[in-house]
């Protein structure tokens, strides 16, 4: 298959392009193309491109652009709100989520939250990489983290907020026992309009007072992903897998 790679420059057919440091060392030394290799190019705003490889060496590699082979098109506007939690795992949730379509990765500061500080670009990167092997136009935005109050006062009323919500109402039981647990997401989902997010605690959970704040909102709908207790990455993916196929681009 012919890789494709995304870049933010304006791409239209005869133009030459030279690529940035990163994707230079990307296509010369990951992907080892030499002059006259193909390649696409592409981004939402001007679609994908046939290219070649017109210049490959030390200081520089360029790229120039053929016929257009896809138009620009809208896609899936699904957002993901997550608590960071491990390394490896926070990898895993922003590569799977754009694979899945998100196109809004938010990340959000909760009392429980583990790790407090973010390498916004090296996330951004791993989203790039992750919509050039999934076909994507688009390559999806990773915010800054910010404040789960921050996010909740700021929010867009018409977006319904689908919060992945394992806890019962019992301060007492484990996972807050049986009562005052969230519908099954299917069920809940069923007449949310458009637009959607998705939110994913850390791994101790959201805190009571973040749960009871969550709920009383008007645009939040709680939901349950079953009996067992999904690590953030898995409730991250099974979560954005049901609501691409029941309200989404799957359908
Ligand atoms: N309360 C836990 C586990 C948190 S799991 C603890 O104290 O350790 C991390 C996040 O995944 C949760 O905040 C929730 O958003 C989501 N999650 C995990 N399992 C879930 C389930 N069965 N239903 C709904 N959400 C779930």
């Not at 090296?122 to 109050?149: N, W």
Request: glycine content about 8%; hydrophobic content about 45%; charged content about 25%.
């Amino acid at each position: 298959m012919t890789p494709r790679l995304h870049l933010d420059a304006p791409l239209e057919e005869g133009a030459n392009l030279s690529l940035g440091e990163g994707q230079a060392h990307y296509v010369r030394n990951v992907l080892r193309r030499v002059v006259g290799d193909d390649l696409k190019m592409f981004n939402a705003r001007d679609g994908e491109f046939a290219a070649v490889v017109s210049r490959a060496d030390r200081k520089a590699v360029e790229i120039l652009l053929g016929a257009r082979l896809r138009p620009p098109a809208p896609e899936s506007d699904l957002w993901l709100l997550f608590a960071p939690v491990k390394r490896d795992a926070v990898d895993r949730i922003v590569e799977k989520a754009t694979e899945l379509g998100v196109a809004r990765l938010m990340p959000i500061e909760t009392e429980r939250t583990q790790a407090h500080r973010l390498n916004i670009d090296r996330l951004g990167a791993i989203a790039t990489e992750a919509a050039e092997q999934s076909g994507r136009l688009s390559a999806p935005k990773v915010d800054e983290l910010v404040p789960l109050a921050r996010a909740l006062e700021n929010w867009p009323p018409p977006r319904r907020l689908i919060y992945c919500d394992e806890q019962g109402d019992d301060a007492l039981a484990d996972w807050g026992g049986d009562t005052g647990r969230a519908p099954p997401l299917l069920s809940a989902i069923r007449s949310l309009k458009p637009p959607h997010a998705v939110l994913i605690g850390p791994e101790g959970g959201f805190s009571p007072a973040e749960r009871a704040r969550l709920r009383a909102l008007p645009f939040v709908c709680p939901v349950s992903l079953g009996p067992r207790i999904l690590r953030a990455d898995t409730a991250a993916i099974a979560a954005l897998a049901l609501v691409q196929a029941a309200l989404g681009d799957w359908r």
